[in-house]
């Protein structure tokens, strides 16, 4: 990679393509715009969005929930994904499942097509029919949040480039 290929914006240099340093300051952003609120009837913690929020993170939302309608784990994982690209940047993420087997069960108790994530993991990690349940619920998990890192990535990486399209003009 040539050293000459530096981010238009901040004057770092490109990784592929990409200014990481922007990038995590554009996850930083996004982080800011989300919010911890209790939901009254269960007394249960939940993540939404402040007021305000720009369109193309609700949109970026919105996507991330792969068709599914409006949905707690979707928003949670989100917004775990924009704190550790915030952290990482283009580095590995650390993703793995919940650690308790109850929160596992409310996880995929909590919609019909969280089974399917679980479908999906026992063909991808090839596992059988000695592997256990819990293990099959962390593996299912750990897809779907994987799956909303990755979107979630391409979302912000696309913002940045749009961003130095921008400043090109
Ligand atoms: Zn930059």
Redesign the pocket.
Request: hydrophobic residues 10%; charged residues 25%.
């Given at each position: 990679m040539s050293s000459d290929e530096r981010?238009e914006?901040?004057?770092?240099e490109l990784d592929d393509e990409i200014?990481e340093?922007?990038l995590k300051n554009l996850a930083k952003e996004v982080g800011s715009f989300f919010e911890v609120k209790e939901r009254k009837s269960t007394e249960e913690n939940y993540i939404s969005c402040r007021d305000g929020t720009p369109s193309w993170i609700r949109e970026m939302i919105y996507e991330a929930h792969s068709g599914m309608l409006p949905d707690d784990y979707k928003y949670r994982f989100v917004s775990d994904a924009v704190d550790i690209i915030a952290d990482v940047g283009l580095g590995e993420p650390y993703i793995e499942a919940d650690v308790y087997t109850s929160d596992l069960l409310k996880w995929v108790g909590s919609s019909l097509t969280r089974t399917g994530y679980c479908d999906d993991a026992i063909q991808e990690y090839g596992m059988d029919s000695k592997t256990a349940f819990t293990t099959t619920l962390a593996m299912g998990q750990e897809l779907e949040k994987r799956e909303v890192y990755d979107m979630v990535l391409n979302y912000l990486k696309d913002k940045i480039k749009q961003q130095e399209l921008i400043n090109h003009e």
């Open positions: 981010c914006v901040c004057g770092e200014c340093r922007c």
